[in-house]
């Protein structure tokens, strides 16, 4: 059973001083943040696209940022956004990237030569479970059901994701039919770029089911539109209740996508000082808990070198489990 542990620490916000920020003073002194820009590996409608526009979001209504911008730059499963803040370190300063779990497990299996150890690391911000996820009108009803149509026609029943073969959405479908019982090399798997896309594939019926970040879904099925069949969580999701863990269907694995963010390397100490305060900051405000509970995050607070410590550790569980399963 996969299972990632879950931790939150308080971030003490160190003074700020002397660093070119503007703005209106906190109530302890500390100075709000101009601006922030946020660069997204992905597609419009993915997940790390919802992760940095909800933070910015939360961020400036907080009165923490005075602005927020957001660029896109997909490819090389994410590995384009990745070699284009290293190569352009100098002239980032202003940036944050946001990536998960994928920095990982695209490293592990060389998709780009980059891991988090070129980056500046941030913070560590927040969790998502995965979901198996159907169309509205599919005669598929629970993870049973998408069971039985698999063991009836492996290929088939192809199951879409958001990211590379080999990639986490990948990885969690092989894990939750080796959890099952079955074949998890044997799952059909269609990589789209990015969740927006694989979701449109879904609504299409290109695909009979998608592996997808639970946040990426629960405003969809919320109006109806899918199902969501099983999620990865321990407990039922009080965004949408309705939907049944994998445990409950006796499927027994759990996983959460953690999602942090990373600033190009070189960063000025003091520079990254102010983005870790901000973002401590950001979970005591009303305006965070109504973005998080609304797409269904967990609070995931790592920061500085703990957040370090956090991935070297996922980085090993990943490995080991993509070993088991044949990917590596």
Request: charged fraction near 20%; glycine fraction near 14%.
């Amino acid at each position: 059973m996969l299972k990632f542990k879950l931790g939150r620490r308080a971030l003490l916000v160190a003074a700020v001083a002397a660093l070119g920020v503007t703005g209106p003073a906190f109530a302890d002194g500390h100075k709000m943040l101009d601006s922030i820009h946020f660069l997204i590996p992905g597609g419009a409608g993915g997940g790390w696209d919802g992760t940095a526009r909800g933070t910015g979001e939360a961020l400036t209504k907080a009165g923490l940022v005075a602005n927020a911008s957001y660029e896109n730059m997909s490819g090389g499963g994410g590995g384009k956004a990745i070699g284009y803040l290293i190569e352009n370190a100098d002239s980032n300063h202003g940036t944050l990237m946001v990536n998960s779990t994928p920095i990982v497990i695209r490293s592990l299996t060389g998709v780009f030569p980059h891991n988090f150890r070129d980056l500046t690391l941030v913070a560590g911000t927040i969790g998502d479970y995965a979901a198996m996820v159907v169309g509205k009108d599919s005669p598929i009803n629970s993870m049973a059901d998408l069971l039985a149509a698999y063991e009836k026609d492996a290929s088939g029943t192809a199951i879409g994701g958001g990211s590379v073969p080999g990639g986490m959405d990948h990885l969690v479908a092989a894990m939750v039919m080796e959890a099952a019982g079955k074949d998890a090399l044997g799952v059909k798997y269609i990589p789209y770029d990015a969740g927006g896309k694989a979701m449109a594939a879904l609504l299409a019926g290109e695909i009979a089911a998608l592996s997808t970040g639970f946040s990426e879904a629960v405003d969809l099925a919320k109006a109806g539109e899918v199902k969501i069949i099983g999620v990865t969580s321990d407990e039922r999701v009080p965004a949408a209740a309705d939907a049944q863990t994998m445990k409950e269907q006796g499927i027994d694995t759990s996983f959460v996508n953690w999602r942090g963010f990373f600033a190009p390397p070189g960063l000025p100490a003091d520079k990254l000082e102010v983005y870790q305060a901000v973002i401590g900051k950001m979970y005591d405000t009303p305006e965070w808990e109504e973005v998080r509970a609304q797409n269904g995050w967990v609070n995931i607070h790592n920061s500085g070198d703990d957040f370090k410590t956090f991935l070297e550790g996922q980085e090993k569980v990943i490995g080991d489990l993509m070993k088991k399963l044949g990917f590596l």
